[in-house]
């Protein structure tokens, strides 16, 4: 079908995954007409940047799009990959938006009054723009990895599928957020000879006094605290994610246990000089703070549980299955016969298409909810945007629903109030 360029309209989004979708739900519901580009499919990264065993780490109660709360016969369970992407196609399908599949979004800039949209169909033109590509742009990859030998497989997470995928021999995993501890457990329950270095990232127990803790910290309305309410304030933004599974129905990820069960630790990699790498002193300390973390909202149930009175089973104390006799300080690739190396060190963010004076110097978009100091340029679907949901599932719906007010506060015009075409409104035909 052909596209027409220069076409205007009250509102573009950027972005088709959950964020995009959810703005655009909301928008319809207020009769705001707008057209969604997305650079892939929509539902491309969950689609085409996670591997085979992939599952959500939070219950599939918690999937609340605007309009599309989760459809399924089983709230406390975890959706698998392909039931994510099924989930997100069939909400969109459920109020089929002007999406525009396949489109690459060059460069957004405001020379005057409107924003001007520079895409790979056209040029497009919007009074409002909503940004809703998420915050996990660029596979994060450190420097030293040039100098591992040419004969070892690296990979980002994002790229890692499955373990008979990869070439024969150990595998070694740089970092030990949810990713990481995810893929290390998917290739050691494998048989694979998996090597992971142990960084700072903590740990979440999977169930607590007789609840999923995900069910505990709703009821405690910790997914309800603002980032202006939360301790950290915007520092929250840049912290690693608790490490802990769905898969088989959930479960907690002991590193400590898969060591007992053959895995090598380390702590945090230093240094690499070809096939030779430098470890940080620190895997004790690392494993010590990740369970020091699980145990304080472990106490923070407990205090709950006892302020209400509530009837909840009580557990047993951790017990550390293992502890690290010495901090291994050095490896040699070849005498552990590595040959893959997956890196699952996050992403940068990549907002150097928009040319728009609202960033830091670290490139991140001032805003306040989801609102920038550029009039009428919104961001949707950043981790910690507003709460801890911002970025996920569960959140989206209060962030989308708030930037939708804003938008329709300031569409001076509703097209279909008007039974004229979009174009011609705003082109003034």
Not at 59 to 88: A, E, K, S, T
Not at 332 to 347: C, K, M, P
């Amino acid at each position: 079908m052909q596209v027409l360029t220069n076409s205007h309209f009250p509102v573009a989004i950027i972005g088709g995954g959950q964020a995009g979708l959810s703005i655009s739900y909301c928008l319809k519901q207020r009769g705001v007409d707008h057209i969604i580009f997305e650079k892939n499919k929509i539902a491309h990264s969950w689609r085409s940047k996670r591997w085979d065993s992939f599952c959500l780490v939070t219950p599939n109660w918690q999937c609340m799009l605007p309009g599309y709360p989760y459809p399924g016969n089983d709230p406390n369970g975890f959706m698998q990959r392909d039931d994510i992407v099924r989930y997100i196609e069939e909400y969109a399908d459920s109020f089929k938006p002007l999406l525009k599949e396949g489109v690459t979004v060059s460069k957004i800039s405001k020379p005057e009054n409107v924003f001007e949209i520079d895409t790979s169909i056209g040029h497009y033109v919007a009074d409002q723009v909503v940004v809703a590509t998420g915050g996990y742009h660029t596979p994060k990859i450190p420097r030293m990895a040039e100098r591992l030998p040419r004969s070892i497989t690296q990979l980002h997470s994002s790229e890692y599928k499955n373990p008979d995928a990869l070439p024969d021999g150990a595998v070694l995993v740089v970092g030990t957020g949810q990713s990481g501890c995810q893929i290390a457990e998917d290739l050691h329950l494998a048989g694979k000879q998996v090597h992971l270095c142990v960084g700072g990232a903590p740990r979440a127990p999977r169930t607590y006094r007789g609840k999923d803790v995900v069910d505990w910290l709703d009821q405690l309305g910790y997914y309800d605290m603002s980032i202006d309410d939360h301790p950290q304030k915007e520092s929250v933004r840049t912290k690693t994610n608790h490490y802990v599974t769905g898969r088989d129905g959930g479960r907690e990820i002991d590193l400590r246990r898969f060591a007992l069960e053959g895995m090598c630790l380390y702590g945090k990699l230093n240094h690499t000089d070809g096939a030779q790498l430098k470890f940080n002193d620190d895997l004790k300390h690392n494993l010590d703070q990740a369970d020091a973390v699980a145990e304080s909202i472990k106490q923070t149930i407990d205090a709950y549980i006892d302020k209400h009175q509530l009837d909840a089973p009580m557990d047993p104390p951790y017990q550390a299955v293992w502890q690290p006799e010495t901090s291994p300080l050095s490896l040699d690739l070849a005498t552990a016969n590595i040959t893959t190396v997956i890196w699952s060190t996050g992403y940068h963010t990549d907002f150097s298409w928009i040319d728009i004076p609202v960033f830091d110097g670290k490139g991140y978009p001032g805003h306040e909810r989801g609102v920038s100091a550029a009039k009428g340029l919104y961001f949707l679907g950043l981790p910690w945007l507003y709460t801890w949901g911002s970025g996920r599932f569960s959140g989206i719906a209060r962030d989308a629903t708030y930037l939708a007010d804003c938008i329709a506060l300031k569409n001076k015009v509703l097209p279909r109030q008007l039974g004229r075409n979009v174009n011609e409104v705003a082109l003034g035909s």
